[in-house]
């Protein structure tokens, strides 16, 4: 595609109940990072994969998140029994070469509301 | 490890008045840095980078930000700020064997009439 695309736009969840927010990256892109963007708390970086490589994961604050990359394209983050906390803006980019992130092309985000 | 700090939560200015977003950096090692504008209900969009050479870059919408290596800033200006200006601005860096940006919390910059 043209950009960046992350599905759902907006997502409202029971507290408990577990999530799954997908990314589809630029075609081609063989990087790709997740990042969680908190009110007045910047963007927080999750976990990032690179082509076949095993994911950098460093960034996931618990257990509860998990991602995956099938085929190399398209990725899920998968949030289990959610909290309050859990409540953010999750941003998807991807790049085509890992030295210069100057390349990394954001999505528009998926906010996701925990009640 | 690297840090981003943008001292500024927020910055209030006057239509056609000259502004200034401060960010700081630390880093051990040899940095790119960038700056990033995310305006309201989009994503984020580069605005301009540094990776090496003049420390003075240009970016899009007459902004332009220098790199100041000795005082490990890296801060963001436009001459005369517009409307369409208003928006949120985040400050990264990354390098030195991390391909991962770290960004500041980011700095709201508000335009008024």
């Known amino acids: 595609g043209a950009g960046v695309s992350q599905s759902p736009s907006n997502k409202v969840t029971e507290k408990g109940k577990d999530v799954e927010l997908r990314c589809d990256p630029i075609?081609?892109?063989?990087?790709l990072y997740w990042y969680r963007q908190s009110l007045g708390q910047g963007l927080e970086f999750l976990i990032y994969?690179?082509?076949?490589?095993?994911?950098?994961k460093s960034g996931l604050p618990s257990d509860r998140f998990s991602a995956e990359r099938t085929g190399g394209s398209v990725s899920t983050l998968t949030i289990q029994r959610t909290q309050q906390e859990d409540s953010a803006v999750y941003l998807c980019?991807?790049?085509?070469?890992?030295?210069?992130?100057?390349?990394?092309?954001f999505g528009q985000g998926t906010r996701l509301t925990v009640v | 490890a690297q840090s981003v700090t943008q001292l500024d939560s927020q910055v209030p200015v006057f239509e056609e008045a000259p502004v200034e977003l401060r960010c700081n950096y630390s880093?051990?090692?040899?940095?790119?840095l960038f700056w990033y504008v995310q305006y309201p209900n989009q994503g984020l969009q580069l605005l301009l980078k540094?990776?090496?050479?003049?420390?003075l870059v240009k970016g899009i919408n007459g902004f332009e930000a220098e790199f100041n290596k000795s005082q490990t800033s890296f801060h963001l200006r436009k001459p005369s700020v517009h409307i369409s200006d208003t928006a949120e601005y985040f400050c990264?860096?990354?390098?030195?064997?991390?391909?991962?940006?770290?960004f500041g919390r980011g700095t709201s910059l508000i335009v008024h009439p």
């Open positions: 994969f690179q082509g076949n490589s095993a994911p950098d």
């Open positions: 980019a991807s790049s085509s070469d890992r030295d210069i992130p100057e390349k990394a092309f």
């Open positions: 880093s051990s090692v040899s940095v790119y």
């Open positions: 075609s081609g892109h063989t990087a």
């Open positions: 990264a860096v990354s390098g030195g064997g991390s391909y991962i940006p770290t």
């Open positions: 540094y990776l090496s050479g003049s420390t």
